[in-house]
């Protein structure tokens, strides 16, 4: 028999085709698998809980069950590797024990980090949620580790075990030989019995801060080669909401998105891929809902639609923005991610609307997002919503409809809403003028349109003391937090005078309201004490009285 050769130039008539080609193993790996922390240095944001896993393994009081819980893409599982890493570490020698810093290099290292240690099992009870799963944990747990120091259960999802496994495991969960430990991870520890939360040592992973995860994005688009904008890691870090496995999947997707429009990731292209309303575009938007401009606000709300921004988002956008002025007015420290002119424009809004003005804005605001979710007209409900907003600054505020109806303001008020539209200057009579009494400084506020603090004097101001520019208010009975501060703010403002606004824990005068309610209790004594009321209460035991005004003038003919 002849020896057929595989040389197919041998014979021109048989094609073997081409050599088989070895199998490549340089796959792409996605960002989020890449950058994995292999170390407990380069876990970020969740300090508290590394420094007391340092203390408990320094002391040696490892607990036998640990418990992580946190939203997606905190670090869960890769803590729990950490963990395991760090119970069995050798060392380069070989001769080390448990440490925080678990080498990298020895074999247990290695293998954890790949996924192949035979002594550390992880299981995803999404897929494995019967009896019978856990049976077989409970019978491996029982015999020693192959070639680790501790044999280690990783079960991801924890919350995802039937009720049914979860009692099988509780008698190895409290009583596991002192070889095995347990590793849990989940996203809703609600779901968890009390009976396991209660046999675990459990830490609570927090969101990532958005500087945080913006400055890891930063490290990895270097590692990667790949320049990107400050800005626009900035925005990816905002888009993950704490997440920086989310993080680095947008990332990800950003970097691709730059190979086509010549390699650098920029804030217009994150925006344009994850559907972002544009900042300033939103401060324009913003700045035309204050002023009533109805047609300019719809025209700029359907560009952002024609760039494929979600009208939801716009609507996000805007809350965030009434969120922002509201933090700059009570004096929180700015957002590290606005840039000079968004500070800027925020800082001169906190300084023009007041505080019943944003609370205002913002319920409406949140009105309107919830309007958009459910709607199947989302554009629609979207222009409905800032319409109503813009309408409402042609529509008389409440207190201030309630004064003229009671004949207490004068008619040259303008009926536009406080803060809704351009702030009102002060008239030249009112500028530096210092009231001569409280009253008056009330009826001050009134003629400037601050209805919203003149409101809260008339309720809880009891005054202790009043000698412009000094005002004492009484704590015997509760009063604002921020009344004080906010009180001595405008007034600066309306007067140009350094006002000092204090409280005593002593009695002041009787407030507005207080003098009210006692001033109508005596007009009701005397309304009572009329013969033909009193006869009339007499013959009708069950009547009330209301409308005083008709029953003192009846009284009177």
């Known amino acids: 028999m002849g020896v057929v050769s595989d040389d197919s130039s041998l014979d021109p008539g048989f094609d073997l085709g081409d050599p088989v080609q070895a199998v490549r193993n340089d796959a792409y790996r996605v960002l989020a698998r890449k950058y994995r922390p292999q170390n407990f240095n380069e876990l970020i944001g969740q ?29 869960k599982t890769s803590t729990a590797r950490l963990i395991a890493k760090a119970l069995n570490c050798i060392g380069p020698t070989g001769e080390g024990g448990p440490t925080i810093d678990p080498c990298g290099a020895c074999e247990p290292c290695r293998a954890i980090a790949e996924g192949r240690h035979i002594d550390v099992i992880e299981m995803d009870a999404a897929s494995h949620t019967g009896v019978d799963d856990v049976r077989e944990i409970i019978d491996a747990s029982r015999y020693a580790a192959v070639s680790a120091r501790y044999k280690i259960y990783i079960v991801d999802e924890v919350h995802m075990l039937s009720k049914n ?35 675990c040592q459990r830490f609570d992973l927090r969101r990532i801060q958005a500087d945080k995860l913006g ?66 575009a939103m401060r324009e938007l913003m700045g035309l809902l204050l002023v009533g401009e109805a047609a300019a606000t719809l025209a700029l709300l359907r560009r952002q639609y024609a760039l494929g921004v979600d009208p939801q988002a716009v609507l996000r956008s805007l809350l965030e923005t009434i969120h922002a002025v509201m933090l700059h007015k009570v004096g929180a420290p700015a957002d590290a991610a606005q840039s000079v002119e968004e500070r800027q424009q925020i800082g001169d809004w906190a300084m023009a609307m007041s505080y019943a003005t944003l609370h205002r804005l913002w319920q409406l605001l949140l009105r309107g997002h919830d309007e958009v979710a459910r709607s199947a007209l ?12 813009v309408h409402a600054a042609s529509l008389p505020d409440p207190g201030d409809l309630a004064r003229q109806l009671q004949g207490n303001d004068g008619t040259n008020a303008s009926p536009v809403v406080p803060g809704l539209a351009a ?103 005397q309304i009572r004490a009329a013969p033909v009321v009193s006869a009339a209460l007499e013959a009708f035991p069950d009547a009330e009285i209301t409308g005083w005004d008709l029953v003192l003038r009846s009284t009177v003919i």
């Not at 680095?248 to 344009?272: C, F, K, P, Y």
């Open 215 to 280: 400055a890891h994005f930063a490290s990895v688009s270097l590692a990667e080669g790949v320049d990107a904008e400050p800005e626009a890691l900035a925005l990816i870090a905002r888009a993950a909401e704490g997440s920086a496995r989310d993080g680095l999947s947008i990332l990800d997707q950003a970097i691709a998105h730059a190979d086509m429009e010549g390699g650098a990731v920029t804030a217009g292209a994150v925006r344009e891929m994850l559907g972002l309303s544009d900042r300033g």
């Open 423 to 525: 702030p009102v200057a002060p008239a030249p009579s009112e500028q530096g003028t210092v009231p001569a009494s409280f009253a008056a400084l009330i009826a001050l506020l009134d003629a400037r349109r601050e209805f919203g603090l003149a409101e809260k004097l008339r309720l809880a101001a009891r005054v202790v003391r009043y000698e412009p520019p000094v005002i004492v208010l009484s704590t015997m009975k509760p009063i604002p937090a921020d009344l004080t501060r906010e009180l001595a703010d405008t007034l600066k403002t309306i007067t140009g005078t350094v006002w000092r606004v204090s409280t005593d824990h002593t009695p002041g005068a009787p407030s507005i309201r207080d003098e009210e309610a006692d001033a109508r209790a005596r007009e009701l004594a």
């Open 47 to 75: 300090d508290a809980m590394v420094q007391t896993l340092a203390n408990a393994i320094k002391r040696g009081r490892l607990a036998h069950a640990f418990l992580l819980t946190g939203v997606r893409g905190v670090g």
């Open 165 to 199: 496994a979860f009692n099988a495991l509780l008698k190895t969960l409290e009583e596991p030989p002192a070889h095995v430990k347990f590793l849990f991870a989940t996203t809703e520890v609600n779901k968890v019995p009390v009976t396991v939360l209660s046999r």
């Open 378 to 389: 989302p554009i629609e409900a979207c222009e409905m919503a800032l319409l109503r907003i």
